[in-house]
């Protein structure tokens, strides 16, 4: 990913110095307006848009703004990743046109979106899929297999050293160590904190009784800042496992475990198996709000069940005149396949076929 | 000031109107001139009080809605679960990590910073003297997620050692139980923290020992005083106010340090001593940097109490601080 983002930089930097130079090189610009257009289903609008909210979602976004922003010289979007509550906050207050959220709008906050949309409801989009990686770093241990009793206890301080029966029975080629397991959670409150404890208290319920929240509750775990922190714990600390999203695992090159689910084989972390989860996900929503349950519990074959679907959240109608062209392009853009596509450089899951269409219905018709 | 004023008049009067009125002019302005100052000054105090007072109004009236949905008693609970459907919260577990984290901070970093101090103003060659001075006002302009960093991913490992060595060796000292893990600990939160205030502890003392009179160090030196004789006779007692108000600054910045706690603390909301295990306690500040990203409405009002406390507490401190100072200066006088 990083490798990709220098070419492409590196490509910029050489078209636009060839520019610069005005050599008239008429060979060179197609190459480059044709490497622009492979990202682009995008229609452009101009203005200005402000948006706020998930961290979780900040690198699809982020990703998707620049490629919007290429190809659209128009148009700028700002997305601050304040968090999923100062996000809902800031939709709710007018000062953004829509709000990132690791969550669908609770009840107290869907009347205060209403209200905020004025002639319609506020509805729930599900855009990025952040499949969750139980990293791990395990000298000599390079395949592992874990599944939600074991994950259960591991993070709750009940299964305390790698070699237990619970894990060598999941494990049995494995030669697992001795050494004692150092479990690692976020000491912040995260959106992936809440759907790991979902996912524990779902797949797990006789095993996981501390229930689910932003904060982590299991006790006796280490905690770290951010992703980056828990990560960055496991790297430095022999024998820790932690929960952290797939991107961050694969960037920092952590052994990730394998989730045994019930299905005939346990399940590795990609792009596909967290799609698969998703797709076997309900609509909770009505109309055009697309909140989706997910079945942690889930045994479908090939489908990894730890994933993490962040949303965004529009007025279905009365979104500022000035700013509705531009929100719909741009969402639009989002919910293209192209747009998903984008995502897999970037440690996301594109969504699903069945709800990416869903979704892309419903930004056609914002109001 | 009158007495000058008052003076020239007569000498100018017989020549007329026309030299006095000038002198009026000018004074009237003189006048004026301090009322304005007077004014911008009094102005500059009250603005200030007015912010203090402001902001505790606005932590007040946020606050209050979360406090009464609280269903714990914010004031004798240390459990922290604003965000639950039934909203726990107390500061108990939070306030105590603040002030011993603190606490550790300043007993670890007071007798460092004032060695320092008393090394550049009256030990090292003058040659060392300036640059030594300018490193630790650098020190101290070092921002603070800087600090954080270098914790977690230097000192720790460090700290780790240090640690398990303690634990082994006096595991008896009520501040050193553990369990067999360490690092991300209260104990490696105060290292960062002492490093922290260090510099601004150090640099005030150096200046106030650089005030006081080489009159009284020399009649220290030739009452036949040694070099720590005299330290501790006259430049000691002197820089005693100094001193004590640099190390208030230095606690205030290691209560209010936010980034840097949250980076290398494993936090979690218990009453606990034993400062080298991670969980040993957490802060409010770095709490509040934590939390609040995704608190809901209850949650931010919980951690604006929080905030509140912290006011409280860091007010406290100053009071105290100049209650001790006022007392001295009573001493001397």
């Known amino acids: 990913m990083k490798l990709s983002r220098t070419a492409r930089l590196t490509g910029l930097a050489l078209s ?55 190809a659209c010289p128009g148009a700028t979007i700002n997305y601050q990743s304040a968090g999923s509550g ?69 993070f709750s301080g009940r299964i305390t050293t ?45 095993e996981w009784t501390f229930g689910d929240g932003k904060k982590f509750n299991g006790p006796g775990n280490q905690s770290a800042a951010k992703s980056d922190g828990v990560t960055q714990a496991v790297i430095s600390t022999p024998g820790a496992v932690t929960y952290v999203e797939g991107s961050f695992a694969e960037n920092a090159g952590l052994s990730v475990a394998k989730i045994s689910t019930g299905a005939s084989e346990p399940v590795e972390l990609t792009g ?38 962040t949303y965004e959240i529009v007025c279905e109608k009365g979104t500022p005149a000035d700013q509705l062209e531009l929100l719909t392009s741009f969402l639009s853009f989002t919910s293209s396949d192209e747009g998903q596509d984008l995502l897999e450089d970037v440690g996301y899951a594109p969504l699903p076929s069945s709800i990416r269409k869903k979704v892309e219905a419903a930004v056609a018709v914002l109001s | ?21 000038p002198r009026t002019g000018g004074r009237s302005s003189e006048r004026r001139g301090d009322r304005v100052f007077r004014g911008l000054s009094l102005g500059a105090g009250l603005s200030l009080l007015g912010i203090i007072v402001a902001i505790a109004v606005f932590l007040v009236v946020q606050a209050v809605p979360a406090l009464r ?61 300036g640059p030594l001075g300018y490193v630790v006002d650098l020190l101290a302009a070092v921002p603070s997620v800087v600090y954080g960093l270098w914790g977690i991913f230097f000192l720790n490992d460090k700290v780790i050692d240090t640690s398990a060595f303690l634990a ?32 601004i502890i150090a640099s005030l003392s150096r200046e106030v020992f650089l005030q006081v009179p080489t009159s009284q160090q020399e009649a220290a030196l030739a009452l036949g005083a040694t070099r720590w004789e005299m330290i501790r006779t006259a430049v000691l007692p002197f820089g005693k106010p100094g001193v004590i108000g640099a190390t208030m600054l230095g606690l205030g910045r290691a209560l209010g340090e936010t980034i840097a706690v949250a980076i290398v603390l494993s936090p979690a909301f218990v009453v606990s001593l034993d400062i080298l295990t991670p969980n040993s306690g957490n802060t409010i500040a770095a709490n509040i940097a934590l939390g609040f990203a995704e608190a ?32 001295r200066r009573e001493f001397t006088a």
């Not at chain 1, 029966?165 to 976020?186: E, G, M």
């Open chain 2, 1 to 21: 000031m009158s007495s000058l004023s008052t003076t020239p008049p007569p000498s100018v009067s017989p020549d007329g109107r026309a030299g006095t009125l």
């Open chain 2, 168 to 199: 082994e060796h006096v595991g008896w000292f009520p501040l050193f139980g553990a369990d067999g893990i360490y690092g991300r600990s209260v104990f490696l939160a105060s290292i960062v923290l002492a490093i922290m205030i260090l510099p």
């Open chain 1, 272 to 309: 596909e198996t967290a799609g698969e989860a998703v797709e076997a996900a309900t609509v909770t929503g009505t109309g055009n709000d697309l909140s989706l349950k997910l079945d942690y519990a889930t045994k479908d074959e090939g489908a990894y069940p730890i994933v993490l679907v």
């Open chain 2, 69 to 129: 949905d609280n269903t714990a008693s914010f004031l004798t609970d240390t459990v922290w679960d604003p965000n639950a459907a039934s909203p726990a919260f107390g500061i108990v577990a939070l306030a105590f990590g603040t002030v011993l984290s603190s606490l550790l901070a300043l007993a670890m970093a007071l007798p460092v910073a004032l060695g320092v101090a008393l090394f550049i103003s009256h030990y090292a060659p003058r040659r060392l003297a």
């Open chain 1, 16 to 70: 636009s110095t060839l520019l610069l130079a005005a050599c008239g090189t008429d060979e060179q610009r197609p190459v480059a307006s044709a490497e622009d257009t492979v990202d682009s289903g995008i229609t452009c609008a101009e203005g200005g848009l402000t948006a706020a909210g998930s961290s979780a979602q900040k690198n699809a976004v982020d990703e998707w703004v620049k490629a919007y922003q290429g």
């Open chain 1, 86 to 154: 100062a996000g809902i906050e800031q939709f709710i207050a007018g000062t953004t046109a829509f709000a990132g959220s690791d969550s669908a709008l609770k009840d107290d906050e869907v009347a205060q979106a209403a209200a905020r949309c004025k002639t319609g409801p506020a509805i729930n989009l599900p855009m990025v899929i952040g499949p969750v990686a139980i990293a791990y770093n395990l000298d000599g241990v390079d395949e592992l297999v874990l599944d939600a009793p074991a994950l259960a206890k591991i």
């Open chain 2, 296 to 327: 809901s409405s209850t949650g931010r009002g919980a951690l604006i109490a929080s905030g509140l406390v912290l006011f409280a507490i860091t007010l406290v401190v100053n009071v105290l601080a100049r209650a001790i100072i006022h007392r």
């Open chain 1, 162 to 206: 790698w070699d237990d029966a619970a894990l060598q029975a999941l494990n049995p080629d494995a030669s697992l160590p001795s050494s004692r397991i150092q479990p690692f959670v976020r000491s912040d409150e995260s959106g992936t904190s809440d759907n790991v404890q979902k996912y524990l208290e779902a797949a797990a319920p006789a």
